[in-house]
């Protein structure tokens, strides 16, 4: 077990230099580059202003010098300055924007599995039911509904008519006067529509595989001989069936962890909060490279991580795997 | 909201987002002030929020080139001069200045007892340091331009600062508005953009920085050593709300003081009574314009005629309440009505399809095909235009007008491309028919580098090819002369030169549409917008909503 880990880390770093050099050339090859946004279209920015900032910021050189430069900071994990005016370490910027994304990510994603699992089991135990049917409408209403459209009619009735709740950002003006209790009271009411939002949104995908999982172990052989033992339905489903139909959920689990740090830019953007999606497209308009590299970076390499895991996980739940 | 009137924000003249800068003549639409029985006099404490589109990416205004982060600097920066109310150049760090008489000197004295935020006083080392790191290659400023035209600079004493100019260069003085750095914090700093300052500034300017949470909100307190008093409003909070709707949700439930609203917002969100007592509504004319352009070497466009016939078959009145529901008027030329450089007796071109008709057909466009499309010398009469993709706006006016040409037989089609894209691959090459594009009109007149026939190299912005030796003659003169008088007669020329040869066809100039909150007294909608006074706007005591422990 250990050899093989040790081989999949091993195999990372090629597959990682690889995915870095196709996302190097890719954004490179994008029209605009990073003083577009300042002298485009700007009367006061002559050829020399080009000029000047293109050397400032190593645009001259040729692009394997460029992507050398990186790799070889990469390689002693720094990230480089953003090409943004205010030039502070991508690292930094990065830093900064993952505590807010990690909380509504993980949140939603823990009410999705806490929501969804048994959505899934019970509408596949009582398949073709009232609930089914009710619950199968419901999930897909989330998943189909534009997040930004029922966004705003939440924030019109909570935050306008009502005036329960805040309409947007992560913390009120005097969040910083706030006592300890104050604090946490004053964060929660602010991601409250965001987290329910972004959880019913997407319910459908796990309740729906969840039920599919269990629809399929509900047939197979050790169920019916379970049955057949006289076992009561609840053991049956639970400890028989339900433990079989979760172990896909690892694979999920596995394959979700570089969605922990990476936000939607839509609901950024609607809910006006400051994390790595809006700063993500921030960084792509305005073609801020090392931002741009640094961000993809850290996603190939959750990813990568997420698979092993998911692996070793599933390897170590299912006997079968783990001995074949 | 965006301030470019109190300061040199309008430095670049961005197309992209000419809709949303604004500032002009204008008017509020609402009675004068709501509480009649509140005594209003003006009183210092309370604070404003106001809702911003973008983050600020950095303070130092020479390194910075978006309108966030210009409007950031201008609360806490000053340039040694300033635009006023009727977009006239005043002093700011500078009392006054004299310009020598072959104007090729400009004298500026410096006001005396300003003193830096941290307490140093203000000098004119501090214009001669700022001045040398805009021509510094290790600045990465894009406003560098203005100041290499700079022969010899030098500070003879401590109040006093000279300029010398090889030749008389008119925009020049416009550019002494750049912000002023604070020397002895920064010349430790070989490149201003990584200093400490670019995140947490300390100027001369109405307000101290407190605070900037990125992509959250930024934090400003009143500067009680304000050379020119305190503000009255104790602190601005500038707080970053990315969606033009969620923005308009929190004005509604008071997150938010001001903003700057949409046509749509305008026209048909806020006539409500409730809405028009808690908020005041303005509208004046923006500082910005929307026009088609040809790319005037393509064989239908060369000919005059056919460019003025596709002036008259453009319905700028459908356009205006179609786009802008109304809020805006017809543009004549590159010059925002009302100011000093504005010719308003032009050549016009009102909607009058008969006559493109005949214009056209004069130029030989007389058959036609089956579709009714014009034709001649076996050439249908279609083109593409082009636009950016995301802007509503543009789109809206390309449909009108595409159903506008149609009606005198020319097929228009319209393609939208990403604006990156746009820039690079298509008005960079000179690979287009005609583009419906915008500029915000900077408070300067010179536009040279816009219509004068050698700028149209690569990346030069005569992108159109425009070429009339009698107005390369008038930019030159316009620019080399500091007497208002000369500039006005070259540039009221210019106007009628560019009217009659319809490079552009002038579309229209849209209104600013920025509201603010009741309880702040105290504005005075001008030819500049309303935030050329805002250290003077107020709250009244008994209307004050929070209270700010300094």
């Not at chain 2, 950031?72 to 009392?95: I, M, P, Q, S, T």
Request: charged share 20%; net charge positive; proline share 7%.
């Amino acid at each position: 077990m250990l050899r093989y880990i040790v081989r999949r880390l091993v195999w990372a770093v090629p597959v990682l230099v690889g995915i870095s050099l196709i996302s190097f050339l890719m954004i490179h090859m994008a029209p605009g580059g990073p003083i577009s946004v300042g002298t485009d279209l700007n009367p006061k920015a002559t050829a020399e202003t080009r000029a000047r900032l293109e050397a400032y910021y190593g645009l001259d050189r040729p692009l394997y010098v460029q992507y050398g430069r990186w790799i070889s900071r990469m390689a002693r994990l720094d990230f480089g300055d953003s090409f943004s005016p205010d030039g502070r370490p991508v690292a930094e910027k990065i830093r900064e924007r993952i505590p807010i994304t990690l909380t509504i990510n993980v949140l939603s994603m823990g009410l999705i599995f806490l929501v969804a699992i048994p959505i899934g089991i019970y509408s596949a135990v009582y398949k073709g039911s009232l609930f089914d049917r009710i619950s199968t409408v419901f999930v897909f209403t989330g998943f189909s509904i534009p997040t930004f459209w029922l966004a705003l009619l939440l924030m019109i009735l909570f935050g306008v008519k009502l005036g329960w709740l805040p309409i947007s950002g992560i913390g009120s003006l005097e969040y910083h006067s706030l006592s300890l209790t104050g604090k946490i009271a004053d964060r929660a009411r602010h991601l409250l529509l965001p987290v329910l939002l972004a959880g019913f949104t997407g319910l459908a995908g796990m309740s729906r595989y969840m039920r599919s999982n269990m629809l399929e172990v509900i047939r197979q052989d050790y169920i019916a001989s379970a049955r057949a033992k006289g076992l009561p339905e609840r053991t049956v489903v639970f400890r028989h069936a339900m433990r079989n139909a979760l172990l896909p959920v690892i694979t999920i689990l596995g394959l979700s962890v570089p969605d922990l740090l990476g936000g939607s830019v839509i609901f950024e953007t609607i809910f006006a909060i400051p994390g790595m999606g809006q700063l993500f497209y921030q960084g792509v308009m305005s073609r801020d490279y090392p931002l741009i590299m640094g961000i993809l970076t850290i996603g190939a390499f959750l990813t990568l991580i997420g698979n092993l895991l998911a692996d070793v996980g599933y390897a170590l739940a299912d006997p079968r795997i783990r001995q074949g | 909201m965006r301030r470019p009137s109190r300061r040199f924000a309008a430095l670049p003249a961005l197309a992209l987002f000419a809709v949303l800068a604004g500032c002009g003549g204008g008017k509020k639409e609402a009675p004068p002030d709501n509480a009649a029985s509140v005594p209003d006099v003006p009183a210092y404490g309370d604070m404003i929020v106001e809702g911003s589109i973008g983050d600020i990416s950095g303070f130092l205004s020479a390194v910075t080139s978006d309108s966030a982060s210009h409007a950031a600097a201008g609360y806490v920066f000053n340039g040694l001069v300033r635009y006023d109310k009727d977009l006239k150049l005043e002093g700011a760090l500078a009392e006054s200045w004299t310009i020598s008489p072959d104007g090729k000197k400009i004298t500026f004295h410096l006001r005396r007892n300003v003193k830096w935020q941290d307490g140093a006083p203000f000098t004119s080392s501090d214009v001669m340091f700022t001045y040398r790191r805009m021509i510094d290659p290790n600045t990465p400023t894009a406003y560098g331009d203005a100041f290499k035209q700079v022969k010899r600079a030098s500070a003879p004493d401590p109040f006093t600062f000279v300029a010398e100019y090889a030749r008389p260069f008119a925009p020049a003085l416009e550019s002494w508005g750049m912000d002023i750095l604070p020397k002895h914090l920064l010349e430790k700093y070989p490149d201003i953009s990584k200093s400490p300052l670019n995140k947490k500034p300390v100027g001369t300017g109405p307000y101290r920085f407190v605070e900037w949470r990125a992509g959250e909100k930024v934090v400003f307190d009143a500067n009680p050593d304000y050379f020119e008093g305190k503000p009255y409003i104790a602190r601005v909070i500038t707080r970053i709300i990315p969606d033009q709707a969620t923005m308009f949700l929190e004005l509604k439930s008071g997150g938010v003081d001001t903003m700057d609203l949409t046509p749509p917002q305008y026209a048909r969100q806020t006539e409500t009574a409730e809405f028009k007592k808690s908020f005041n509504r303005y509208k004046y004319t923006a500082s910005a314009f929307t026009y088609l352009g040809f790319r005037l070497s393509h064989p239908f466009f060369r000919d005059k005629r056919v460019r003025q016939a596709i002036a008259y078959a453009s319905d700028k009145k459908a356009l205006i309440d179609g786009v802008l529901l109304g809020l805006g008027q017809e543009a004549t030329g590159p010059y925002k009505p009302g100011t000093w450089a504005y010719n308003p007796n032009v050549r016009k071109y009102p909607h009058d399809p008969a006559r493109a008709k005949a214009l056209l057909a004069e130029a030989g466009w007389k058959e036609k095909d089956k579709d009714g499309v014009l034709r001649k010398d076996g050439r249908t009469f279609e083109f593409t235009v082009l636009t950016n993709a995301g802007n509503e706006a543009r789109a809206k006016t390309a449909a009108i007008l595409q159903q506008n040409l149609a009606e005198v037989g020319i097929r228009m089609r319209i393609r939208t491309v990403e604006w990156a894209a746009f820039i690079n691959q298509f008005i960079d090459k000179r690979d287009f028919d005609a583009v419906i594009l915008g500029w915000s009109i900077s408070p300067d007149p010179d536009q040279y580098v816009i219509w004068h026939s050698s700028m149209t190299g690569p990346k030069e912005l005569n992108f159109v090819g425009f070429a009339n030796p009698e107005v390369d003659k008038l930019l030159e003169e316009g620019r080399s002369t500091f007497d208002t008088e000369k500039r006005k007669k070259a540039y009221f020329r210019i106007q009628e030169i560019l009217a009659e040869e319809q490079p552009y066809v002038f579309l229209f100039v849209p209104d600013a549409l920025p509201v603010v909150q009741s309880r702040f007294h105290g504005i005075r909608p001008a030819l500049a917008g309303i935030s050329y006074n805002f250290n003077k706007w107020y709250v009244p005591k008994a209307l004050q909503k929070h209270r700010i422990e300094p």
